[in-house]
């Protein structure tokens, strides 16, 4: 009788535990994540004349001619920040509160691939641009990263 109690005791555990953190299934999250970052993407493009829609940067009051006036540079990373903080923005304010304790536990692996997806439209929209100034987009897009999810290199210490 007491191995029954700890057998039930168990299973009631384990059902409560599922219902206050149930599992993240990754194969319907990650389409989800895709679908927001490429709407997030679409809404960034409105405001960036580089790849030829710029419906919000006519004349010299758009977004980009603000990044432009330090430097042209400066413009690239500035750009690659913006897109990645909205589409993180995007991405983060409707998950639920295990999706995102999902996603910070795999945040490397959340980092690559949003730096992939946002690199392949990049350069399908911009194939004559040159690897520098694709570098310093990507320099700008890690720093946004780095700031919203707290990615940073390992520090081993000699003990």
């Not at 194969?27 to 993407?41: D, G, S, V």
């Not at 030829?52 to 006519?58: K, R």
């Not at 911009?126 to 520090?155: C, K, N, Q, Y």
Request: glycine letters at 6%; charged letters at 10%.
């Amino acid at each position: 009788m007491e191995n029954f109690d700890f057998k039930t005791k168990n299973k009631i555990l384990q059902n409560l535990k599922q219902d206050i953190f149930p599992e993240v299934n990754p194969f319907k999250f990650l389409p989800r994540l895709f679908f927001i970052h490429a709407a997030a993407t679409a809404f960034v493009m409105a405001f960036c004349p580089q790849f030829g829609l710029g419906l919000f940067s006519q004349g010299h009051y758009g977004l980009t001619s603000l990044f432009m006036q330090v430097s042209h540079e400066f413009c690239q990373m500035a750009c690659g920040a913006f897109l990645t903080l909205v589409s993180f923005s995007a991405i983060w304010f409707p998950l639920k509160v295990t999706e995102k304790e999902w996603l910070m536990s795999h945040k490397y692996i959340f980092a690559g691939i949003l730096l992939s997806i946002t690199s392949g439209f990049f350069w399908m929209q911009a194939p004559d641009i040159h690897l520098a100034e694709f570098a310093l987009w990507i320099v700008g897009s890690l720093a946004a990263l780095a700031s919203a999810t707290g990615l940073r290199s390992s520090h081993y210490s000699a003990s």
